[in-house]
C-alpha cells in the first residue's frame, strides 16, 4: 500500500515540475504600478511605453520609442472605432491614410482591440493572438502610438501602431 502511494506522489511532483517550467516560459504581462492612471484614457505616454516594453523584454524583443505622430494616428483609429461601434483596421480611412496625414511615412502594423477595460488586458489579448503577438513583438518595427477611446455605452475601443523603416522589410 505505501508503494502506490509513493508513485503517486512522484507523479504528482513530476506533474507539479512540469507545471512551474511551463508557468516559467509563459508570457509575462506587466502589472501597472498603484500610481499608474485610473482610467485608461488617462494613461500617460511614460506609462504606455513601460507596459509595451516590458512586454517586449520579457518576450526578448528590443525596446521601441514612443511616437506622437504614431499616437495621433492610432487615436483616429480608437475614435472612429468608438463612434461606429465597430472593431476593423479600415473603417472607411485605410492605416497608410491615418498615418501620412499624422505626418508618418514608414511601414507600419497595427493592432487594435475592443472591449479590454485596462492596458495589461489588452496586452493580453494581443499576445493571446498569434497576428497581433507579431506585430507586438516584431524586431522590424521601433516605435509606436498607442490610444483608447469610449464609445457608447462605456464599451472601450484600442488601437496601437508600430512603426519603422521600410529598409527592415527588404531582402
Not at 494613461?43 to 505622430?69: F, H, M, T
Not at 475614435?79 to 472607411?92: E, I, P, V, W, Y
Request: aromatic residues 8%.
Amino acid at each position: 500500500m505505501d508503494a502506490p502511494m509513493l508513485s503517486t506522489t512522484r507523479r504528482g511532483f513530476i506533474i507539479l515540475g512540469a507545471a512551474a517550467a511551463v508557468a516559467a516560459c509563459s508570457t509575462t504581462i506587466p502589472v501597472l504600478p498603484k500610481s499608474a492612471s485610473s482610467t485608461p484614457e488617462s494613461l500617460s505616454d511614460a506609462e504606455i511605453l513601460s507596459a509595451i516594453n516590458a512586454v517586449r523584454k520579457a518576450n526578448g524583443a528590443p525596446q521601441w520609442s514612443y511616437n506622437s505622430q504614431l499616437e495621433d494616428a492610432a487615436r483616429s483609429q480608437a475614435r472612429l472605432m468608438a463612434q461606429k461601434n465597430t472593431m476593423s483596421h479600415d473603417l472607411g480611412v485605410t492605416l497608410r491614410q491615418r498615418v501620412t496625414t499624422a505626418g508618418y511615412l514608414g511601414a507600419v502594423g497595427e493592432n487594435v482591440g475592443k472591449g479590454y477595460t485596462s492596458l495589461p488586458a489588452v496586452i493580453q489579448g494581443w499576445m493571446d493572438s498569434s497576428g497581433h503577438r507579431g506585430t507586438l513583438l516584431s524586431n522590424r518595427f521601433t516605435e509606436f502610438g498607442l490610444a483608447v477611446s469610449r464609445g457608447t455605452g462605456g464599451k472601450l475601443y484600442w488601437a496601437m501602431i508600430a512603426g519603422g523603416s521600410f529598409d527592415a522589410w527588404r531582402g
